[in-house]
């Protein structure tokens, strides 16, 4: 019985009826993981529908419902499941909820969700979630749509130094955002943080270039060197395979 269940959830049916207590919600789970992560739509609502009917859905049922509306970038949806979740959600969910709003090109309420979190309201962000925050400051940068983007940028990884920690990807992110919007002196404070901090990865080429552009308008012919010459040897060390030439 439990496999013909099984089987049905699999095809993304409900369970016979007079079999439906065998199977639980991790079974449920299961089989509308595998809609959502195939983006189908109407299978994932059928595969909901079926989770509810038959037992009460987890907080990874609920991560699970978000991540699929994320996936489709259906960022109404994403948030009417986050509204549902009992409690409000942890940081998954929001974390979910902050791509959906993303790829829905909505990057100010994905911003303006994660500075909730930072404020109290709701999940406690984590690394995530900051990942998340910087990308959308990053849109809104390229845009032109939020000119307190470098300062935010900023900002967010002073606080994750102090819980969680920063790691390469958030500076290197944070530095995208403020050469988008041509914050040359800001920029070149985040990548020689970045250069100096010995817990992450070095600093990519993509960075290592981004910092090199910001010294020409600030007039910085020292700071310049001093990245060119970091660059050849962590190059040399093998702390980065990518070549100043191939750039």
């Not at 900051?130 to 940068?141: C, E, F, K, M, T």
Request: charged share 25%; net charge neutral; with cysteine.
């Amino acid at each position: 019985p439990r496999a013909r269940c099984g089987t049905a959830l699999g095809a993304g049916r409900a369970p016979p009826p007079d079999l439906a207590n065998c199977v639980g919600v991790g079974e449920f789970n299961a089989a509308l993981r595998a809609r959502a992560r195939s983006r189908d739509v109407a299978g994932t609502a059928r595969a909901w529908a079926a989770l509810v009917e038959h037992c009460a859905p987890n907080d990874r049922s609920y991560g699970i419902l978000i991540d699929g509306h994320a996936r489709v970038g259906d960022a109404d949806a994403a948030l009417a499941a986050l509204a549902a979740v009992p409690g409000g959600g942890n940081v998954v969910h929001h974390a979910s909820c902050m791509q959906a709003l993303s790829r829905a090109g909505r990057d100010a309420e994905a911003a303006a969700l994660h500075e909730r979190m930072v404020a109290g309201e709701g999940a406690r962000p984590n690394q995530r979630s900051y990942h998340g925050y910087l990308r959308a400051l990053g849109a809104l940068s390229r845009a032109g749509d939020d000119d307190d983007a470098p300062r935010k940028a900023a900002a967010a990884l002073d606080e994750l130094r102090r819980s969680v920690g920063v790691d390469a990807r958030a500076y290197q992110t944070a530095v995208y955002v403020c050469r988008e919007a041509k914050d040359w002196a800001r920029l070149l404070a985040i990548f020689e943080a970045h250069a100096r901090d010995g817990d992450v990865a070095a600093p990519d080429g993509l960075a290592r270039t981004a910092a090199l552009q910001a010294c020409r308008p600030l007039g910085d012919d020292a700071a310049a060197k001093r990245v060119w010459d970091a660059w050849q040897a962590d190059l040399a060390a093998g702390r980065t395979r990518d070549a100043p030439d191939a750039l």
